[in-house]
Structure formats: C-alpha cells, structure tokens
C-alpha cells in the first residue's frame, strides 16, 4: 500500500496509524467479500507499506481485519491491525539500540531468553488455552513475549 500515491491513479484514503491500517476497497468492489472473510477462509493478509510512490515498500506484517463497511456508491471501508507475535530474530531486531547499549553478560540473557519464545508461547497456548488474564481466546490475537517470569516464594 502507499499512502501517497500517484497523480494518475485513483486516490484512494488509506492511512496507516500505530498498528492501525484503514484502507479502502477497490472502486469496482470485486475483492471486498473475499478480503472481509480472508480470516474465515484461512488466508492471510499481510501489509508491504510505503508513504511516497516509488520508494521502497517496507513490511509490516500480518493484518487482521476488524471493521469492514460496505459501500455501494463509493468503494467500502475497511479497518484492520497488525499482529504482533514477533518471531525471536525480529523482536532481537527490533530492540537492536537496548543490546548495543547492554553488557556482554546482559546481551547474552536478553538473546537467550527471547530465542524460547515460540516455544514458551506454544506451550502457554496448549496449557491455557487463552489469555490467563483477559480470558482471550484467539490465538492469532496473544503474544507470549510481554510476560516476565516471576518467581514467587510462599511463607508459612
């Protein structure tokens, strides 16, 4: 998607705010359904993002849809967010400036405990089923890499 797009091509008013994408369908709508029920039919959408035409499109990752208004007379609205369950190698990319700034023993704990996250996720999710706290239960919606282990010591 571009923000700004050429002169010569339909302006559509797509935006990309914080993890928020809100874009518009084609004129025509022939792809609206399908983009609506992508979730549904087991596809995937992903979002490739640039603000001025020819530069370099960045990728965001994964979206999910979350308001979808049909429009007959203009072409139909559709809000989505991003999905945030960051794979090791991209949450280690994106906090590259707090390890530089880290010791080597600090570096090493910080890497070492994110490259278990799929794992430590995967074994949350088959244990709980949900989130412990919001009680949320689609999985394409959790990420596991916010929850500190902490360790807690009874008194009797």
């Given at each position: 998607?571009?923000?700004?797009?050429?002169?010569?091509?339909?302006q559509?008013?797509?935006?990309?705010?914080?993890?928020?994408l809100?874009?518009?369908?084609?004129?025509?709508h022939r792809?609206?359904?399908?983009?609506a029920?992508?979730?549904?039919?087991?596809?995937?959408?992903?979002?490739?993002?640039?603000?001025?035409?020819?530069?370099p499109?960045?990728?965001?990752?994964?979206?999910?849809?979350?308001?979808?208004v049909?429009?007959t007379?203009?072409?139909?609205?559709?809000?989505?967010s991003?999905?945030?369950?960051?794979?090791p190698?991209?949450d280690?990319?994106?906090?590259?400036?707090?390890?530089?700034e880290?010791t080597?023993?600090?570096?090493e704990?910080?890497?070492r405990?994110?490259?278990?996250?799929?794992?430590?996720?995967?074994?949350?999710?088959?244990?709980?089923g949900?989130?412990?706290?919001?009680?949320?239960?689609?999985?394409d919606?959790?990420?596991?890499?916010?929850i500190?282990?902490?360790?807690?010591?009874?008194?009797?």
């Open positions: 998607m571009t923000r700004e797009k050429q002169e010569s091509l339909t559509y008013r797509d935006f990309l705010s914080g993890d928020w809100y874009w518009e369908g084609e004129k025509g792809n609206d359904d399908r983009i029920r992508a979730h549904e039919n087991g596809e995937q959408i992903h979002l490739f993002y640039r603000d001025v035409h020819h530069t499109f960045r990728y965001h990752g994964q979206l999910l849809i979350r308001e979808f049909r429009r007379d203009e072409p139909s609205r559709f809000q989505f991003l999905v945030h369950d960051l794979s190698e991209d280690l990319r994106l906090h590259a400036t707090e390890l530089a880290a080597e023993t600090e570096r704990e910080l890497v405990s994110r490259v278990g996250q799929g794992r430590f996720r995967h074994n949350l999710l088959r244990d709980w949900r989130c412990a706290a919001t009680g949320v239960a689609r999985a919606l959790l990420r596991a890499s916010h500190k282990t902490v360790a807690i010591q009874f008194q009797r």
